[in-house]
């Protein structure tokens, strides 16, 4: 009997593990069949709406009130934002964040109350819906293969930002698969000082366990996104020398991390 009733169990064992798998995978692919009809479904309204207003700030708020949020209901994501409440919008801002996940530019969409633009990989400008969608209201790209395009983008970055644009990029360069936070890069703060704005740090804490970099397995969680306090490149106490100003922007980001969103 007890040899009868081990195997029983084993068997049981065997049926709870096995299934579980299949009812995630079944699971993640419906999220993914959402998040492509979410997506393409906004984008198409938010290009005629730019077209029929002629300006990208509608566009860019209903990635802010609509498909970010739809997209982060749709993972089962639980924001958490802190310290946005101290910001003053009505200026402009480098905002400076670490890279876990492509979740990533939703969570920031939603936690800037303001329209914001970003600066992505250029190999995003060939993605359907997307690329037309970062095209048609402004984003910046950068070319990783082609080091000579970095003047023009850091011209086209500082032109943005004295416009009085949020411009948010991603030092790292890459998302990180272990959550430290990579060598900041410091070609884009150097947009920053021509416009004479302030450096915005961020963190971001748990995209990548909701959404690993890996591949498309979505696990409902908590986002964390902790805003830090500007660096100033122009008057008294001004950095104006690019890579302290990734330095510094580094030892923020990694105290929001460190101290749970306290600098």
Same mark, same amino acid.
């Given at each position: 009997?007890?040899?009868?009733?081990?195997?029983?169990?084993?068997?049981?064992?065997?049926?709870?593990?096995? +299934?579980?798998?299949?009812?995630?995978?079944?699971?993640?692919?419906?999220?993914?069949?959402?998040?492509?009809?979410?997506?393409?479904?906004?984008?198409?309204?938010?290009?005629?709406?730019?077209?029929?207003?002629?300006?990208?700030?509608?566009?860019?708020?209903? &990635?802010?009130?609509?498909?970010?949020?739809? !997209?982060?209901?749709?993972?089962?994501?639980?924001?958490?934002?802190?310290?946005?409440?101290?910001?003053?919008?009505?200026?402009?801002? !480098?905002?400076?964040?670490?890279?876990?996940?492509?979740?990533?530019?939703?969570?920031? @969409?939603?936690?800037?109350?303001? #329209?914001?633009? @970003?600066?992505?990989?250029?190999?995003?400008?060939?993605?359907? @819906?997307?690329?037309?969608?970062?095209?048609?209201?402004?984003?910046? @790209?950068?070319?990783?293969?082609?080091? +000579?395009? &970095? #003047? &023009?983008?850091?011209?086209?970055?500082?032109?943005?930002?004295?416009?009085?644009?949020?411009?948010?990029?991603?030092?790292?360069?890459?998302?990180?698969?272990?959550?430290?936070?990579?060598?900041?890069?410091?070609?884009?703060?150097?947009?920053?000082? +021509?416009?004479?704005?302030?450096?915005?740090?961020?963190?971001?804490?748990?995209?990548?366990?909701?959404?690993?970099?890996?591949?498309?397995?979505?696990?409902?969680?908590?986002?964390?996104? +902790?805003?830090? =306090?500007?660096?100033? =490149?122009?008057?008294?106490?001004?950095?104006?020398?690019?890579?302290? !100003?990734?330095?510094?922007?580094?030892?923020?980001?990694?105290?929001?991390?460190?101290?749970?969103?306290?600098?």
């Amino acid at each position: 009997m007890d040899g009868q009733l081990v195997k029983m169990e084993t068997v049981d064992t065997v049926r709870v593990v096995t +299934r579980r798998p299949v009812w995630r995978k079944a699971w993640n692919l419906l999220q993914f069949a959402f998040t492509l009809a979410w997506t393409a479904g906004g984008i198409v309204v938010a290009v005629a709406l730019l077209k029929l207003t002629g300006s990208p700030r509608g566009p860019l708020r209903m &990635a802010s009130n609509m498909w970010a949020p739809g !997209l982060m209901i749709g993972a089962g994501a639980k924001l958490d934002v802190q310290g946005a409440e101290h910001v003053d919008w009505t200026r402009a801002h !480098l905002i400076v964040s670490n890279h876990q996940s492509v979740i990533d530019i939703c969570s920031l @969409f939603i936690a800037v109350p303001v #329209p914001l633009r @970003f600066l992505l990989k250029q190999e995003m400008t060939r993605m359907p @819906f997307v690329g037309w969608y970062a095209k048609a209201t402004g984003m910046l @790209f950068i070319d990783r293969d082609n080091p +000579r395009a &970095a #003047p &023009a983008m850091l011209k086209a970055a500082a032109a943005m930002l004295s416009e009085g644009w949020q411009l948010c990029v991603f030092p790292e360069g890459t998302r990180s698969r272990d959550g430290v936070v990579g060598e900041f890069k410091s070609g884009p703060f150097q947009a920053a000082i +021509r416009a004479g704005v302030d450096v915005l740090p961020v963190s971001l804490d748990g995209a990548r366990q909701v959404l690993p970099s890996d591949g498309f397995a979505v696990n409902p969680g908590p986002i964390k996104v +902790r805003f830090g =306090t500007p660096i100033t =490149t122009t008057g008294e106490h001004a950095i104006r020398d690019r890579n302290a !100003l990734a330095q510094a922007a580094h030892a923020q980001v990694d105290a929001l991390l460190a101290n749970g969103g306290r600098v």
